[in-house]
């Protein structure tokens, strides 16, 4: 194809390139904006819960749809014996682990794990930490979230040898139903920490805000933007003019 004094041939490899790369990284911007759009939601939803009192998770059992991000109240018994521990959680500079105990809620049959808290790591992996918990009925309150997930799993969900306490890269909700013989709701109860019976507990929303993910986005279609000039470019030559007749 020829406009004006330059020659658009394109060839074979930088197109195949292209063809691949080119939606790959249009499809990386639009993951990001998604990902935007999802913590602007998870904010809305905590600013939303903020003005409502807490609700008893036993009576929204009913109403799975409106559990998302409620503050909320729950009694029974935690399973002291059955804990994870979430690793490669940070506080500051330091790094160490978050503490997730199921209970088992009173009158109901049902069992969720809560995240009471971040402990600092010991001289090893080996040095577990004490997870002291109470044998007795607590009531507990917090935050109802989605399980935490790794964003990138390097290596094994969980550490080898299937102890308790268990650390665990992510909380697969059924993977842990298999170990643990019983079944777990998909939530996790973040401990207040004005509560008891749990360890530091400075929470985020969420790691960070919108605004990163916006910036990613814009470097990916940057970066998109850039592949097809360099196409172009490759694939373009002048003409050279011939003399005037």
Do not use: C
């Not at 036993?58 to 749809?65: D, G, N, S, V, Y």
């Not at 842990?176 to 401990?191: I, N, Q, S």
């Amino acid at each position: 194809m020829r406009v004006g004094s330059y020659d658009f041939r394109p060839r074979i490899v930088p197109t195949l390139a292209t063809l691949l790369l080119f939606p790959f990284l249009i499809g990386l911007g639009v993951w990001q904006l998604d990902r935007a759009a999802e913590k602007r939601e998870i904010i809305a939803a905590y600013a939303r819960a903020e003005r409502q009192p807490p609700v008893t998770l036993e009576a929204m059992l009913a109403h799975p749809k409106a559990l998302r991000f409620r503050r909320v109240t729950v009694t029974g018994v935690l399973d002291a014996r059955h804990q994870l521990l979430l690793d490669n959680q940070f506080q500051g500079p330091d790094v160490g682990f978050d503490v997730l105990t199921p209970l088992h809620m009173q009158g109901t049959g049902h069992r969720i794990l809560v995240d009471r808290g971040w402990v600092p790591l010991g001289r090893s992996r080996r040095d577990l930490p004490s997870l002291p918990a109470p044998a007795r009925t607590v009531t507990l309150a917090g935050w109802l979230v989605p399980p935490p997930q790794a964003p990138l799993l390097l290596g094994p969900a969980e550490a080898p040898g299937g102890g308790w306490p268990r650390i665990v890269e992510t909380v697969d909700i059924h993977h842990l139903e298999r170990d643990l013989g019983y079944p777990l709701l998909p939530y996790v109860v973040r401990l207040d920490p004005g509560q008891p019976y749990g360890f530091v507990r400075k929470w985020k929303l969420v790691a960070f805000g919108p605004e990163r993910h916006i910036g990613y986005a814009v470097q990916w279609f940057a970066l998109a933007a850039t592949l097809l000039a360099i196409y172009i470019g490759v694939n373009t030559r002048r003409v050279p003019q011939g003399p005037p007749a």
